[in-house]
């Protein structure tokens, strides 16, 4: 079946560090990818995604490139900030509308 | 902006109560979803509606029922609270056909003493 394997959390970095969070899927044909993420005391909020292989999803300072090859969606920002702490997940969407999520990773910034 | 709110942000049952999670989506959108939210477990499904009294199973239904009466309001219902249904319910919700994006309500913290 589909799954999400997301890099262990939590993810503890300097203001204006590189930021990567692995993520790596297991799916038939062609899923959909997606990142959201999750701030303090709310709900998900999509952050970016990509639909097709090659393709770049970008938000915020945020990039993911989705790599058939590697069957990979790495989210990847270059210089992150103490607002970028949050819960990060990854999801694979293919048909019928669901979502299917990686574990999360917690990414907490310090100044 | 869609908006997709939850009944309550916390609440506090005793084993063998039957428990209403309420959401509501101002969107008019057709698919509506309940997950629930465990450390190192992510986001499991436990179900979804494609439509107005359509219900189907995610991968975790057990001690679950939903019901959607109205577009607009899908919900959850436990008919009887264990102490491991303790966790963070969220609903979400989508339009259309396709794996899109789903927008999440701000959850509800249930605990079940």
């Known amino acids: 079946g589909n799954s999400v394997t997301q890099m262990e959390g939590p993810v503890t970095l300097s203001e204006e560090a590189f930021l990567t969070i692995n993520c790596t899927y297991t799916?038939?044909?062609?899923?959909?990818l997606f990142w959201y993420v999750q701030y303090p005391g709310e709900g998900l909020q999509l952050l970016l995604k990509a639909t097709k292989a090659d393709d770049k999803g970008s938000n915020k300072g945020f990039e993911a490139t989705y790599r058939k090859e590697t069957t990979s969606f790495h989210l990847e920002k270059g210089s992150v900030q103490v607002s970028d702490s949050a819960v990060y997940f990854c999801?694979?969407?293919?048909?019928?509308?669901?979502?299917?999520f990686g574990q999360g990773t917690r990414l907490t910034i310090n100044p | 902006d869609v908006k997709v709110t939850q009944s309550s942000r916390y609440l506090v049952k005793r084993t063998g109560e039957k428990v209403f999670l309420e959401c509501v989506q101002d969107m008019d959108h057709e698919n509506m979803f309940w997950y629930r939210q465990d450390p190192g477990l992510g986001l499991r499904l436990i179900y979804f509606s494609y439509d107005v009294k359509m219900k189907e199973k995610g991968d975790i239904p057990e001690g679950y029922s939903v019901s959607r009466e109205k577009k607009e309001r899908f919900s959850l219902i436990l008919e009887s609270a264990s102490t491991n249904q303790t966790s963070m319910y969220l609903c979400?919700?989508?339009?259309?056909?396709?794996?899109?994006?789903?927008?999440f309500g701000p959850g509800t913290r249930l605990t079940v003493l």
């Open positions: 999801a694979l969407g293919k048909g019928a509308q669901k979502l299917v």
């Open positions: 799916a038939t044909g062609y899923p959909s």
């Open positions: 979400a919700s989508t339009p259309g056909a396709g794996p899109g994006t789903q927008y």
